[in-house]
């Protein structure tokens, strides 16, 4: 609870709160840029190397002390997340059988910042033994890890975002954003695709909506407004209520492909604003023509994304011969738990 002086609360002190917020976050911007501006040749390196790694069935161990162990774990789950098979190894367990971990043909990342962190640099030569390759992520390239590496990855920081300048924080930012960087660019490389994304996320409403088809979600029958396409505003409108829906499609009778539009809630009140309505003028007059469509073998998670990237609350579904059999209505996502 805030302080009172006199009856009123002190709200004053916020605002340094704010601004060392920003001035925190401002630091980490300018670090990633300087990380941004710095890549090269070496993280090129290392994506070939992932890639091959990965195809022939090998695996990429990560290890990391203190708070670059944490950001090992993070960057080892995204590997994971999309097909790269990735495995994290506890320094302090390492000397005592879990070097057993690594195989033949994989990839160790290390990571230190410094490049000197003792727990980590005593096991560079028992790795070295080992018929793998080493990346090193670290601010210094010139230090132990970064001289021992095959592939060194520089996250170098002028300074931490902690105003006494001790905290990991830039640095661990960079090193996330990093290996933020590797896993996006190998998933691209490896040609990785929404259905092998899915098949690594099958919960939740991400995975429900990336093993969901659009034939699943859609509106059909009594559940999608459908009218001739001669129809006037009043029968889009009747429909539309009946079916509890914000849009109404307009189809030719003889179905041809392509032979449709869609009228929405939002038409009617633009259409109103215009002027005085009989609601017998017709609905084609204020209709979209050639409406955003999908087809009903897409994944529910285009037709998510089609909606938000046209801002839209209504998708017309398109049947193989390009005609409208179903609707997705952006309500019913929250219901299905899609979003």
């Avoid at 209709?287 to 469509?293: F, G, K, L, Y």
């Avoid at 998510?304 to 005609?323: F, K, M, Q, T």
Wanted: aromatic share 4%; glycine share 8%; with cysteine.
């Amino acid at each position: 609870m805030l302080p009172k002086i006199n009856g009123t609360r002190v709200i004053n002190k916020r605002m340094d709160y704010l601004a060392q917020a920003r001035s925190v976050i401002q630091i980490e911007l300018e670090e990633v840029q300087r990380l941004h501006d710095s890549l090269g040749e070496p993280f090129c390196q290392a994506i070939d190397l992932f890639k091959e790694t990965i195809e022939q069935g090998k695996k990429i161990v990560w290890l990391g002390v203190g708070k670059s162990g944490n950001i090992a774990h993070k960057i080892a789950a995204t590997f994971n997340s999309t097909g790269a098979t990735s495995v994290v190894l506890n320094s302090q367990n390492a000397l005592h059988g879990d070097l057993g971990i690594i195989n033949s043909g994989d990839v160790v990342v290390a990571l230190s910042y410094s490049g000197e962190t003792e727990e980590l640099i005593n096991l560079l030569p028992f790795i070295k033994r080992l018929d793998t390759a080493l990346i090193g992520m670290t601010g210094k390239a010139q230090s132990s890890l970064g001289e021992e590496a095959d592939i060194t990855l520089e996250t170098y920081v002028s300074r931490e975002a902690c105003p006494l300048n001790l905290a990991p924080t830039s640095s661990s930012t960079n090193m996330l954003v990093l290996g933020d960087a590797l896993a996006m660019v190998l998933l691209e490389a490896r040609g990785f695709t929404e259905s092998d994304f899915a098949a690594y996320h099958p919960g939740g409403s991400l995975g429900k909506a990336l093993l969901t088809r659009v034939h699943d979600i859609m509106r059909t029958g009594n559940g999608m407004a459908a009218v001739p396409s001669h129809s006037n505003i009043k029968d889009c409108l009747s429909a539309m209520k009946e079916a509890r829906a914000g849009a109404c499609i307009l189809s030719s009778p003889d179905k041809t492909p392509a032979s449709f539009s869609i009228f929405t809630h939002g038409d009617f009140a633009r259409a109103f604003e215009q002027g005085q309505l009989t609601g017998l003028e017709p609905a084609t007059d204020f209709a979209t023509q050639s409406p955003i469509s999908i087809s009903q073998n897409a994944l529910a998670v285009e037709a998510v994304n089609l909606l938000r990237e046209h801002l839209i609350d209504d998708l017309v579904v398109l049947d193989a011969d390009g005609n409208p059999v179903g609707m997705v209505d952006s309500q019913d996502l929250s219901r299905l738990k899609l979003v």
